[in-house]
């Protein structure tokens, strides 16, 4: 399995099975979910915590703090794909959509090479 040939469909299907064998249902309100994401987001950013960007380069091509580091992701996506599945988010609509939007705020005009906020632009 790839990302070249799995939908999120399937990998919400994927973290449904998981919770459901456990009988974890009752622990995934909205609440929860949320937190789940930001708890397994700020494991994947302390590996980057007082780091410089050479020293975050050189963890990346490092084999083993790169696997520690992608280890991290699907934890993360755990929770988001938990959220939409329960929830009932289409993944793929929300992205685009809000893809538009940053594109609406973010014009490339304004914002290329810039790492300011919309609210910021003059």
């Known amino acids: 399995m790839s990302d070249k040939n799995v ?3 399937e990998l919400k299907g994927v973290a449904k099975a998981f919770a459901d064998e456990r009988d974890w249902e009752q622990f995934h309100t909205p609440k929860d979910l949320a937190i789940g994401v930001i708890t397994e987001a ?7 915590r ?3 960007e050479g020293e ?3 963890m990346l091509r490092d084999p083993v703090k790169r696997g520690e580091i992608g280890s991290e992701l699907p ?6 794909l938990r959220f939409a599945q329960k ?3 289409d993944i793929s609509t929300e992205f685009h959509a809000k893809m538009k939007e940053n594109a609406r705020k973010y014009p490339v005009g304004k914002s290329r090479g810039l790492n300011k906020k919309y609210t910021e632009y003059e």
């Open 7 to 9: 939908t999120f469909e």
């Open 42 to 48: 700020s494991e994947l950013l302390e590996h980057f």
């Open 56 to 58: 975050s380069a050189s």
């Open 50 to 52: 007082f780091k410089s």
């Open 87 to 89: 929830y009932d988010f």
């Open 75 to 80: 934890d993360v996506l755990f929770f988001v």
